[in-house]
Each structure stands twice: as C-alpha cells, then as structure tokens.
C-alpha cells in the first residue's frame, strides 16, 4: 500500500523563531493552516494573532490566498529532493479606533500651503 503523501511546513515568525515543522495533506488549504497557527502560537510572543484574518503567509515572495492548496505551493528546485516548506508569517495589527485624548488640544491647526514661486 503507498504511503499517503504529505507536505513538511514550518512557520517562520517575526522574530525569527519557527514553529514547527507540521505535516500536511497537499488538498489542505492556507485556511486550515492559518486556524493552526492561531491553535497553537506561542504564548510568550509579545504579538499575537486574534484570528485566522489577522495572518498573512509568504511562500516564495507570494502572498498565500486561503482558497489555494498547500500542493500548490510547492515551488521544485531541479533534480533536488523535496524538502521542509518555510513560510513566513506575517500578524497584521488589528485595526484599532485612534483615540482623541491622544491628540493634542494645544496644537493650531496646520495650513498646508505651498511657498513655490513659478517663475
């Protein structure tokens, strides 16, 4: 009986650290894996992800869409053997209200005028 094929992934994060490496049918969405990461980051990051829609992945300089398939990122490199996917992971702040109190009063308003001179 064939042995199932499966795709080897570790995640690079900001700081340079990785998380796994994981396996993964090659019909597994991006979806799937960004729910993984979110189940298992890493409590002692100072940045978190608060959900699968706060994760960009990077393979090969591309961002991953969720719809696409982990077989459709593997990217082969001639005669050398499959190896470990590493993509990176991007946490994209959650978009927060900027709050007045954080701006000054005190400050006049600011004209923006220009001091060019057509001659």
Not at 10 to 22: E, I, T, W
Not at 67 to 84: M, S, T, Y
Request: charged share 30%; with cysteine; net charge positive.
């Amino acid at each position: 009986m064939p042995e199932e094929e499966v795709v080897e992934i570790k995640f690079r994060l900001y700081d340079g650290s990785d998380m796994g490496p994981f396996r993964y049918s090659p019909a597994s969405t991006i979806a799937m894996l960004k729910e993984r990461i979110v189940a298992e980051w890493p409590k002692d990051k100072k940045i978190a992800p608060k959900g699968a829609n706060n994760i960009k992945l990077i393979n090969a300089g591309k961002i991953l869409e969720n719809n696409k398939i982990v077989g459709q990122c593997r990217v082969h490199f001639g005669d050398l053997p499959e190896a470990v996917i590493t993509m990176h992971v991007v946490v994209q702040p959650s978009v927060t209200k900027v709050k007045t109190a954080e701006k000054k009063v005190d400050e006049p308003p600011r004209n923006n005028l220009c001091s060019c001179s057509i001659m």
